[in-house]
């Protein structure tokens, strides 16, 4: 149920500042992405813990009336370039429609999430996202997802070229190592906040009214 459908909401204690860097951010200009958080991904990166703290922001920004936007890395059953490279060099795409394709069985999308499909690691390639973020007035993305120095990393920095304001939610992403994740996480805040910011959950939710010890 939404609370109120153009809530405004305070600044978000992140790093490298407080988010967004404006101030400015409601319910009807920003949105939740979820990225890459399908059955293969969630199984193959052991990130139950992820997925579980994205499954809580879900519910928080459902009931705030945030839009809510959850991407989908496949393949088309003929392959493509990209996926023979990818399985050379060991990650290997699921295929649209299998098992590891389909988003976690723990994550319930609420009615009205918009879908995105794509083949590699930027979401906003070849599918309309950004056309869908204009056409809606959003102009904030809370980032959420699989790999961290995949999908996250890839999107977030299509998504800052593009003028939207980024906060990456670091315990709601996982990289394919620790190590990763944390360079990811670096090449973020570079330069007081390169590619936008870096906050946990517990930040986030604490603003939008939903934190729990």
């Known amino acids: 149920m939404i609370e109120n459908s153009m809530d405004h909401?305070?600044?978000i204690d992140a790093n490298p500042y407080a988010w967004p860097f404006d101030g400015e951010w409601s319910s009807g200009d920003t949105a939740l992405l979820l990225l890459g958080f399908q059955s293969g991904g969630v199984r193959g990166?052991?990130?139950?813990?992820?997925?579980?703290?994205?499954?809580?922001?879900?519910?928080?920004?459902?009931r705030r009336g945030l839009a809510i936007i959850a991407s989908r890395r496949g393949q088309d059953p003929d392959g493509g370039a990209l996926a023979r490279r990818r399985a050379v060099l060991g990650d290997e795409l699921?295929?649209?429609?299998?098992?590891?394709?389909?988003?976690?069985d723990s994550i319930s999308l609420p009615l009205?999430?918009?879908i995105i499909d794509h083949a590699g690691d930027n979401a906003f390639f070849g599918t309309g996202l950004e056309d869908t973020l204009r056409r809606?007035?959003?102009?904030?993305?809370?980032?959420t997802g699989l790999p961290t120095d995949g999908l996250v990393h890839a999107t977030q920095r299509a998504a800052n070229d593009m003028g939207f304001e980024c906060l990456t939610v670091i315990d709601a992403c996982k990289g394919t190592?620790?190590?990763?994740?944390?360079?990811?996480?670096r090449i973020?805040?570079?330069g007081n906040g390169l590619f936008g910011a870096i906050?946990?959950?517990a930040a986030v939710e604490a603003v939008l009214g939903n934190h729990q010890e």
């Open 9 to 11: 909401f305070g600044r």
């Open 45 to 62: 990166l052991a990130a139950e813990a992820e997925r579980d703290t994205a499954i809580r922001l879900i519910g928080a920004a459902s």
């Open 94 to 104: 699921p295929q649209k429609g299998s098992a590891d394709w389909q988003f976690d």
């Open 112 to 114: 009205g999430t918009i």
């Open 136 to 143: 809606r007035a959003i102009r904030n993305l809370l980032v």
């Open 177 to 185: 190592s620790p190590a990763r994740h944390d360079a990811q996480l």
């Open 188 to 190: 973020t805040t570079f």
């Open 199 to 201: 906050a946990s959950a």
